[in-house]
Each structure stands twice: as C-alpha cells, then as structure tokens.
C-alpha cells in the first residue's frame, strides 16, 4: 500500500473512532475491508492514539479564531495524522507531511480545509 493510501485509511479508521467511539483495531479492520494490514496505516492509527493528548494540545495550541472543538471532524482528523507525522515519523520530511495533509484536505474537506490545514500544520512545524 502506498503512504498516500495508507494516510486516506489513516483519516478514515481515525473519524470511524472520533464520531462512533470504536477501537482503533475495529476501525482499522472497517477501513481494510478484504486487504491485508498495512504497517504505515498501523502506524499512523495507534502512533496517534498513544500520543493523542499530547498532538491534541499541540493542535490547540497553534490555532487562531478557532476552537478545536469546533473544527471539523475531517480536518481535525488530518491535522491529528500530519501532526503525528510531523512529530513521531522520522523518514517523513516536514514538507512532506504537510503537502500530504493538505493533498488529502483537498479530497475530503471542504474548499477551505486545504489552506486551513496547510497553516496550523506550518505554524506546528515552526514549534
């Protein structure tokens, strides 16, 4: 499976968890359908749910005007997969991170997600 793939289930498995409460392996098991686990995709779901509450705050703390509470669940979920990657995921260069974020933002977000995402991400990299 290729990293942008692996992402895209990332996001998918990680708003199964954040709208219904499943367990990352149920969500990852939902996403997968018939295909084999994909260590990346493994990775990028329970990385992120181990370090949860330290990305979640580090998302807080680089938003303006916003409320994390109030974003949307897809682009928190991205901003949550390029943040681990930004912090945790070492053969990732920060740029790579966050064009992928973006890229993904733009496929599943709305119009702003990209632009929205592409400057909390930014302003994590600079911390």
């Known amino acids: 499976m290729k ?54 705050a580090i998302i807080k703390g680089n938003l303006e005007k916003w409320s994390f509470d109030r974003l949307a669940k897809v682009d928190r979920n991205i901003l949550r997969i390029g943040t681990y990657e930004l912090l945790h995921v070492e053969d990732v260069p920060g740029k790579v991170a966050i064009n992928e974020a973006v890229e993904i933002a733009k496929i ?14 930014s302003k994590v990299k600079q911390d």
Not at 20 to 37: T, Y
């Open 108 to 121: 599943f977000g709305d119009e702003q997600s990209s632009k929205f995402v592409n400057g909390v991400l």
């Open 3 to 56: 990293r942008r793939v692996a992402r895209e289930k990332a996001l998918q498995a990680l708003f199964q968890i954040d709208m219904s409460g499943i367990e990352p392996e149920e969500a990852l098991s939902n996403v997968l359908e018939e295909e084999k686990m994909d260590a990346y995709l493994q990775q990028l779901v329970l990385g992120f749910i181990e370090h949860q509450d330290s990305i979640d």
